[in-house]
């Protein structure tokens, strides 16, 4: 069974005029079917506007759709007696780490979540402690939130929802206002999570850097889901993505690159050592080529 799964949903945004009377709609999600399965790594990517958040505010029933119907862990997120439910299944980390930390002690703020749900004092302390665990916090539990580094602030954030004991978490360009270091730190969190704790990941993301690691990739355009697969069918289509506006890998770029100018490389290459690799592998090929026109000689 499907961990999040949606059925032609379409949300629009109404637009009003000054009055307040309703003079339009704005359709964000598009007849967009999926269906996420427990324990993998999803990323979702398109350019700004294209409906990334619209759709993940439906993960965890922030949003209810205009049609269509969307389950979390085989709940419909209509269904308004089970919200907490539903949202304690999907737990969401949003760009902005500041707008999400509210204790003034680290495993204070972890433990907000847990506590609100009713969880008894000993066990919190103990969900504490696993959360920052998982996303290497644990040495900064009694310090003040105010003075961590963003990436830091974003692994607190992560672990607050993770105390929650989520099935799925979902992260809204989590990165966008971190630094290389703090944004490395943080896929490298969750991606832990999702190995070690078999968490499902949803990463909503613009750096296509982070996006190579997923089990499979949606990329949306106006609403729509565009394109999916995995990363390597996904970067092995270079021009595509850059019509839908996307920028791709830096060396998935130098390797196509590379094969346009009639270098015999294989497409969707992801990673430097990938294309290190099938470099070394022409070089031997033409070498042995070299030799074998010499011996004829
Ligand atoms: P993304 O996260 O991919 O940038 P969004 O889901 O935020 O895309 O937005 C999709 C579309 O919905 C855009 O056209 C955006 O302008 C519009 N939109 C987003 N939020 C609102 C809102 N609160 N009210 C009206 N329109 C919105
Ligand atoms: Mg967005």
Partial sequence: ?????????????VRRDEEGNVDGAIRAVDDVSLGIRQ??????????????STLAKH???ILQPTQGTVWVDGMDTRQEERIWDIRQRAGMVFQNPDNQIIGQVVEEDVGFGPENLGVPTEEIWKRVEESLRAVGMYQFRSHSPNRLSGGQKQRVSIAGVLAMRPRCIVLDEPTAMLDPS???EVIHAVRELN????????????????????????????????????????????????????????????AHELRQRGLELPEGILTTRELVQALAERKYINDRQDLSKSDHS
Avoid: C, W
């Fill in 59 to 61: 993960m965890n029933a």
């Fill in 182 to 184: 703090g944004r490395e």
């Fill in 195 to 254: 190995q070690a704790e078999k968490v499902t990941v949803i990463l909503i993301t613009h750096y296509m850097e982070e996006v190579i690691h997923a089990d499979h990739v949606y990329v949306m355009d106006k609403g729509q889901i565009a394109m999916e697969g995995t990363p390597r069918e996904i970067f092995s289509q270079v021009e595509k993505l850059q019509k839908l506006r996307l920028d791709v890998p830096q060396v998935t770029l130098l």
């Fill in 39 to 52: 324990g993998d790594f999803i990323a979702i990517v398109g350019h700004n506007g294209s409906g990334k």
């Fill in 1 to 13: 069974m499907s961990i999040v799964k949606t059925e032609n949903l379409i949300y629009e945004y």
